[in-house]
T-cell receptor, first 112, second 111 residues
């Protein structure tokens, strides 16, 4: 069965650089979520999209933005990177609101 | 955590024993879900319990929900070494398209 695909798997950036993370949800899933998980921490909700429209926002810094495209893939854009942005970034999709989330394997971002 | 706490934060038991993890949350919910995460990997959905349900089973998993106490528990029976992982509860924070996770319990099963 198709799963959520994230790219790249690993990304190393320097402070103040920008990064773009990509997510391809499971076909026919109408909601995409982005989470940030620091070492030993719980996943923190960043933002979600329902049918390509932003539906909810969490603790996402102003330096970050995200969008969902007509083919349903989503991108998380991160600018002016800081050391504290180093984390695992997960994308997830769900068939509908209230249904289980299916997670990708994440992008490990390291900011040096 | 945005939504609540998990208890205990770490649990180490012998293979074959039962493991119980607890989760508390703060706001009203439509459903509560449990997820498992192996180190550095994506989370995997285990079970979903709706706010009008009190108990649910799936294989060796048993989940209870007490909405009056805003708490849930996950029981894993006859644990196996492969159950070693972190376990998170998550709630829909009152219906938004925003699943909020608790701090997780790191479970270690010793062979």
């Amino acid at each position: 069965a198709a799963g959520v695909i994230q790219s790249p798997r690993h990304l190393i950036k320097e402070k103040r650089e920008t990064a773009t993370l990509k997510c391809y949800p499971i076909p026919r899933h109408d909601t995409v979520y982005w989470y940030q998980q620091g070492p030993g921490q719980d996943p923190q909700f960043l933002i979600s999209f329902y049918e390509k429209m932003q539906s909810d926002k969490g603790s996402i810094p102003d330096r970050f933005s995200a969008q969902q495209f007509s083919d349903y893939h989503s991108e998380l854009n991160m600018s002016s990177l800081e050391l504290g942005d180093s984390a695992l970034y997960f994308c997830a999709s769900s068939l509908a609101t209230g249904r289980p989330l299916h997670f990708g394997n994440g992008t490990r971002l390291t900011v040096t | 955590s945005q939504q609540g706490e998990e208890d205990p934060q770490a649990l180490s038991i012998q293979e074959g024993e039962n493991a119980t993890m607890n989760c508390s949350y703060k706001t009203s919910i439509n459903n509560l879900q449990w997820y498992r995460q192996n180190s550095g990997r994506g989370l995997v959905h285990l079970i979903l319990i709706r706010s009008n349900e009190r108990e649910k089973h799936s294989g060796r998993l048993r989940v209870t929900l007490d909405t009056s106490k805003k708490s849930s528990s996950l029981l894993i029976t006859a644990s196996r070494a492969a159950d070693t992982a972190s376990y998170f509860c998550a709630t829909d924070a009152g219906g938004a398209q925003k699943l909020v996770f608790g701090q997780g319990t790191r479970l270690t099963i010793n062979p």
